[in-house]
């Protein structure tokens, strides 16, 4: 009991809740300090930041408004609460659906439809279709919300009334983006809604470009059209392995690390850990590399240059992992550092990280401790876990 109260005291104790109100700075806080246009606006860019660009057949995106005078919005999450906040949330009254977003950043003479498309059941039932047909371009809201994948008790209409059985999304959406695609010859943009990994595969034929949105938030709507209308550039990128299958990984019940997350598992996935795609192109290069050998008491120190080569002013994550030698229950590689960096284009930014040795170590289960393997590693650097654009090799000794 004592344990449990000495953390809710010390946060007490650091909000000033014994203090003189005259000296506690949070004591002037009021309603404006709650949901005030500061919070909206980076509850916004968080959520342009969170959003993945999977795919952009052509360079469909960023769309061009003067070329889209007709857009058509379909999908069941497209209008969907639930589709932006997830679980565990409270309610806000500025939430953005992706309907309105759209809706809110183009001209007044652009028009704008929207019909719900299909459910989570029907697989033979759409609408929303022949109008797709008169549109310049389609943005078709799919995937999950937590009451088909949240937590037991939030995902009440889930198959398992419960966590997901399968990363498969629900065979109505799939129906529906065939059907969408084959009587649409226009651009179609696909979004997917989830809080997990789903077989994007699935429905990647049926779409020019695709967009994992996550659960964005109240500021989603908005945030997914500043990425379709170029006002953003994609950066987010993926924090999980996209799976082709859950066969490809072990038993649930097995609690060994062997063949998970992209530190163990080298099968062909569909798509790796930190993937996530730009509107513009950034070259990579030393100025200064790593140093041929460290110990443990060593800092792996390295600097790099980074060219924005295309079109667009941009944000690009530099991921830096680390590749261990090969022996038994030694992950392949493993995230050590990054940064996120704003350039603008035709600019040239410096770089410089660092990776302490004693960060390389693993347990010893010969000695129960920590140990410094000796072998042959390497710095990679590059777009995700699998696309190195620059690598160094060392010694550990």
């Known amino acids: 009991m004592d344990s449990a109260l000495a953390g809710i005291l010390r946060t007490q104790f650091k909000l000033g809740f014994y203090d003189d109100a005259s000296k506690n700075p949070y004591a002037k806080f009021a309603a404006d300090s709650v949901s005030n246009q500061y919070h909206i606006s980076i509850a916004r860019k968080m959520a342009q930041q ?39 949330h409270g309610v806000s009254g500025h939430a953005v659906n992706f309907v309105e977003g759209i809706t809110n950043a183009v001209d007044a003479g652009t028009r704008v439809e929207y019909d719900m498309g299909c459910d989570y059941n029907d697989t033979s039932h759409f609408g929303g279709i022949w109008a797709a047909g008169n549109a310049d371009v389609t943005v078709a809201v799919v995937g999950l919300s937590p009451v088909y994948e949240g937590e037991e008790g939030d995902a009440f209409l889930a198959a398992g009334g419960g966590d997901k059985k399968n990363i498969s999304l629900p065979a109505s959406h799939i129906a529906f983006l065939k059907a969408l695609k084959k009587a649409n010859k226009k651009p179609v943009i696909v979004v997917i809604t989830a809080g997990s990994l789903v077989d994007v595969s699935a429905i990647e034929a049926y779409a020019d470009a695709i967009i994992y949105a996550w659960y964005p938030g109240e500021q989603g709507g908005n945030a997914l059209a500043d990425i379709l209308f170029g006002k953003a550039s994609p950066s987010g990128r993926l924090p999980l392995t996209f799976y082709q299958s859950f066969n490809d990984l072990p038993a649930y019940e097995n609690y060994a690390l062997k063949g998970r ?137």
């Open 50 to 88: 969170s959003m993945v660009l999977l795919k952009n057949d052509k360079q469909l995106l960023p769309l061009d408004k003067k070329k889209y005078g007709a857009i058509m919005v379909v999908g069941p999450n497209a209008a969907s609460l639930d589709a932006l906040l997830g679980n565990y």
């Open 261 to 397: 997350t992209y530190r163990y598992f080298d099968g062909k996935v569909q798509y790796p850990f930190g993937f996530g795609l730009s509107y513009t192109t950034f070259d990579y290069s030393w100025q200064q590399q790593p140093a041929a050998t460290y110990q443990l008491q060593d800092t792996i120190r390295f600097t790099l240059n980074v060219a924005n080569t295309g079109k667009f002013d941009a944000d690009e994550l530099v991921q830096v992992y680390i590749d261990y030698p090969g022996l038994e229950r030694m992950p392949l590689k493993e995230l050590k550092a990054f940064k996120k960096i704003s350039i603008s284009k035709g600019k040239v930014k410096v770089v410089s990280l660092s990776v302490p040795v004693n960060e390389l170590q693993k347990w010893d289960k010969a000695t129960n401790s920590w140990k410094l393997y000796a072998g042959k590693y390497a710095v990679s650097i590059g777009k995700n876990a699998r696309e190195a654009l620059l690598k160094k090799e060392f010694s550990i000794q």
